[in-house]
Each structure stands twice: as C-alpha cells, then as structure tokens.
C-alpha cells in the first residue's frame, strides 16, 4: 500500500488551495512546520470537517452527510465507509497520540502516527509507513506552538518543515463533523480490543449524528462522545465468525446509559482514565462472509436529545 502520509499531504495539500472557501487558516511556525486551524480561532463547518475527516483516514475513506431525525429534529449524519479498516481506522484516523507537553494538552490522529508506529494497533494491523513527509490531526482548544511541532517532527522522524499540522477544537463545527465520522472506527477498535483481528474485518461503514457545537470543551467532549455511544450505526463485513460480537456495542459496558459528560468528569476530564470499554457505537451489524449476521446494541434517541439540549 501507497505511503498513508503520501495520500495524506495530498488532501492537506488541496484544503490549502480552498482555505476561503473551507474558512480554514494556514500559519507557518517559526521551525516550518504549517499549522492548519480547522477550529480554535476560526469557524470552519461542515465541508472543513468533512475535508478534516479525509485527511484523518489518509484518502482511504468515502465521507458525505445525510439528513436523518432524532426525536423528530432534524439533524446532520455523517457517514463514513472503507474497505481498508485497519489502515484507515485504526493505523491513521485513531486519536492515539497523546500530546501533553508544557501547558499544551492534545490528542494526535492521522498518518503521522504510523511513522511511529508503536502503538498496539500497527502490531495488530501489521502496517508501517516510511516518508518524508507527516501530518498529524491534533485536537485541542490551543495551536500547537514550535515546541510542540518540533517534538511532533522528531517524534515521527521528518524535518519540522515537512510536518502539518490540523487542528480543531472539541467544541468546533469540524470537531463535531469528524467525530461523528469515527463509529465505524470505535467499532473495529473495539473488536480488536476483544481479540478479534482487525486484518479479518474487510470492510466497515458507519453513521453517526453531529453535536450540536459548545464553545465549553466539557460540554462538546460529552456531546460528540453521546453521538457515538447512543447514535452511532455500523455495518461490518468480516472473514470469521466469534463469540466476542455481542460485546462490540456501547450497550454491552456498565456505563451504559450514562451521559459521557458525567463520564469524562468521573476521570477527572483525563482521556486516558476513562475505559477504553466506553468508547464504542450504539448498534452494530456485522456480516460474517458466507455466515450469519449478527445486529447487535440499540441506540437511545431520548439521551442523545437531552445531550444535544433539543427542545
């Protein structure tokens, strides 16, 4: 497979050409590396959250928006579809890469991640890239400044002038697009988790609404969580049958039922100290080859209208 940073600088490459009509900005750091506000200090939208989940998934992915209803309001549904999930989902669009430097707090999704490769999903997947090249989604309320770009760069072996840097904010209209965009991500990273191989999913399409924007971080971790957990739909194509299908979905964990905002605050608003076991879709299908189908979970429209503050 092509380099997924290649793909990657493609699409960053064709937001920079349509940064106005986007309403993303572009900075260049003293070190040269470029910074991309999808969402802190500008507003972007839909069409810019849409271009930022292309980027997270390295071109590997088809996104586009539906208009479906919650509780009879009308609302945007983002829907996401790959026949290379393991790249795609877990080797790039996964925000596995913690930034906690100095007083900047962030979480890192995209290729760059596979330059490094140390995650647990790259062994799984089996998946490596090598280029000159690296960008790397970061989702935070601050602009990486030079310290951070500098370590992102070394980190990922590139030259600071060869990093980009997306960036947006949780309460963003492009946070909530491109979150709305990773349920069929949760679902295989939740399989894996189980000890189902990722390498035997062969396709994954997901759906879920997107949160109406908070400027108030704790309220939008909670809202676009809530998108996920009781809104998210997914269908997955796999090679094998399991016995682990029936605890894929949200609705398998004890927290169910739970807004996330009450999550989040339960783990002192650390990412990292909540359970992986949460972070799943409401209501999965998954197709075995030549085999069953299993539906499992269910999604709860009445929390995601509470979440979502419908009146």
């Given at each position: 497979?092509?380099?997924?940073?290649?793909?990657?600088i493609e699409l960053?490459?064709?937001?920079?050409?349509?940064?106005?009509?986007?309403?993303?900005?572009?900075t260049?750091?003293?070190?040269?590396?470029?910074?991309?506000?999808?969402?802190?200090?500008?507003?972007?939208?839909?069409?810019?959250?849409?271009?930022?989940?292309?980027?997270?998934?390295?071109?590997l992915?088809?996104?586009y928006?539906?208009?479906?209803?919650i509780?009879g309001?009308?609302?945007p549904?983002?829907?996401?579809?790959?026949?290379?999930?393991g790249?795609?989902?877990?080797?790039?669009?996964k925000a596995?890469?913690?930034?906690?430097?100095?007083?900047?707090?962030?979480l890192?999704?995209?290729?760059?991640?596979?330059?490094?490769?140390?995650?647990?999903?790259?062994e799984?997947?089996?998946?490596y890239?090598?280029f000159?090249?690296?960008?790397?989604?970061?989702e935070?309320?601050?602009?990486?400044?030079d310290?951070?770009?500098?370590?992102v760069?070394?980190?990922?072996g590139v030259?600071?002038?060869?990093?980009?840097?997306?960036?947006?904010a949780?309460?963003?209209?492009?946070?909530?697009?491109?979150?709305?965009?990773?349920?069929?991500?949760?679902?295989?990273?939740r399989?894996?988790?189980?000890?189902?191989?990722?390498?035997?999913?062969l396709?994954?399409?997901g759906?879920?609404?997107v949160?109406?924007?908070?400027?108030?971080?704790?309220?939008?971790?909670?809202?676009?969580?809530?998108a996920?957990?009781?809104?998210?739909?997914?269908?997955?194509?796999?090679?094998?049958?399991?016995?682990?299908?029936?605890?894929?979905?949200?609705s398998?964990?004890?927290?169910?039922?739970?807004?996330?905002?009450?999550?989040?605050?339960?783990?002192?608003?650390?990412?990292?100290e909540?359970?992986?076991s949460?972070f799943?879709?409401?209501?999965?299908?998954?197709?075995?080859?030549?085999?069953?189908?299993?539906?499992?979970?269910?999604?709860?429209?009445?929390?995601?209208?509470?979440?979502?503050?419908?009146?």
């Amino acid at each position: 497979m092509e380099s997924i940073n290649r793909s990657a600088i493609e699409l960053v490459d064709e937001a920079l050409d349509f940064a106005d009509e986007l309403g993303i900005a572009a900075t260049e750091l003293d070190c040269g590396a470029t910074v991309i506000d999808f969402g802190v200090g500008v507003d972007g939208g839909i069409e810019a959250g849409l271009m930022l989940a292309d980027i997270q998934t390295a071109g590997l992915a088809t996104t586009y928006t539906q208009m479906e209803r919650i509780n009879g309001a009308p609302i945007p549904y983002i829907e996401l579809t790959t026949d290379h999930p393991g790249v795609a989902l877990l080797c790039s669009q996964k925000a596995g890469w913690e930034l906690d430097l100095d007083d900047f707090d962030g979480l890192g999704s995209g290729p760059a991640r596979a330059l490094v490769g140390k995650e647990t999903d790259f062994e799984r997947v089996g998946y490596y890239d090598e280029f000159d090249f690296a960008v790397l989604a970061v989702e935070s309320i601050d602009l990486p400044n030079d310290r951070i770009a500098e370590y992102v760069a070394e980190t990922a072996g590139v030259e600071p002038s060869s990093l980009f840097l997306p960036t947006y904010a949780a309460g963003s209209m492009a946070g909530s697009v491109s979150m709305a965009a990773r349920a069929a991500e949760l679902a295989v990273f939740r399989l894996a988790e189980l000890g189902y191989p990722p390498t035997e999913v062969l396709s994954a399409t997901g759906r879920a609404p997107v949160a109406p924007v908070s400027y108030n971080e704790s309220v939008a971790m909670g809202r676009t969580n809530d998108a996920l957990a009781y809104g998210g739909e997914v269908y997955l194509q796999v090679r094998e049958e399991s016995t682990v299908f029936e605890d894929v979905p949200s609705s398998a964990r004890e927290e169910y039922g739970v807004p996330f905002e009450q999550i989040f605050e339960d783990a002192g608003w650390d990412f990292y100290e909540v359970p992986e076991s949460v972070f799943a879709p409401a209501k999965a299908t998954i197709d075995v080859v030549d085999g069953d189908t299993y539906v499992v979970g269910e999604t709860d429209e009445e929390l995601l209208a509470d979440s979502f503050g419908l009146q």
